[in-house]
């Protein structure tokens, strides 16, 4: 079964300061990636994603994230973070065929102090 | 465009009741996907509906049901609520089965059960 990891529910960094989420997964065959972000009181709204092809992968809003098959990784990073960037982080992960219905880690709340 | 859009946004039930949840896809989505977030515990699948049937379940009791509509609207409804019920419901929409078509989230509707 497939399985996603979000080892950190907290992160704090300043405004300016770069940004790394991580996020590792657990699946037999080559995943499909995303990220998502949601605001607070928000739905959640798709950031990037990763099917196939080129590891690094760029989003909205300056993030990339790049996949990382030998550690089972798929990292959330921006350069510098700015203070609208406050919110929670999902990572998911899903199969490509069958039930089309991707996993959910417990995801990181990035609070940003100025 | 109008997003998906979710009703009611806050419901508050006591214990033993019923709960109905609604939600409307953006135009022209046949699938429709529920999820619940409760608080630490990342989102949940739910229910997957698409043009009309129930295409997969997640892990929950037989008391949390749905359906979708011929309009592709959706409702999700929880009998005999218990007080660990208390979550947010996201509903979320895409074109059709498969991980490459995107999901549109709603705002979700924040149940509290008392």
């Known amino acids: 079964a497939q399985s996603v990891t979000q080892p950190d529910i907290h992160i704090t960094v300043s405004e300016g300061a770069s940004l790394e989420l991580r996020c590792n997964y657990s699946y037999g065959a080559t995943p499909y990636l995303f990220w998502y972000v949601q605001s607070p009181g928000q739905g959640l709204q798709l950031l990037l994603k990763?099917?196939?092809?080129?590891?690094l992968v760029q989003g909205i809003k300056g993030f990339e994230a790049e996949f990382k098959r030998s550690q089972s990784s798929f990292n959330l990073r921006k350069p510098s973070v700015h203070w609208s960037d406050a919110a929670e982080y999902f990572c998911?992960?899903?199969?490509?065929?069958?039930?089309?219905?991707?996993?959910f880690g417990r995801g990181t709340s990035l609070i940003v102090h100025p | 465009e109008a997003g998906v859009t979710q009703s009611p946004t806050h419901l508050i039930k006591t214990r033993g009741q019923q709960a109905t949840l609604r939600c409307s896809p953006i135009?022209?989505?046949?699938?429709v996907y529920w999820y619940q977030q409760a608080l630490g515990l990342g989102l949940q699948f739910l229910l997957w509906?698409?043009?009309?049937?129930?295409?997969n379940r997640g892990n929950f009791p037989p008391r949390f049901s749905g359906r979708q509509f011929p309009n592709y609207s959706s409702e999700l409804n929880v009998n005999a609520l218990e007080l660990e019920d208390s979550a947010l419901y996201l509903c979320?929409?895409?074109?059709?089965?498969?991980?490459?078509?995107?999901?549109?989230f709603g705002q979700g509707t924040r149940l509290t059960v008392v």
């Open positions: 998911a992960v899903g199969a490509g065929g069958g039930s089309y219905i991707p996993t």
């Open positions: 135009s022209g989505h046949t699938s």
């Open positions: 979320a929409s895409s074109t059709g089965p498969g991980l490459t078509n995107e999901a549109f």
């Open positions: 990763y099917f196939s092809g080129d590891t």
């Open positions: 509906y698409d043009e009309g049937e129930e295409r």
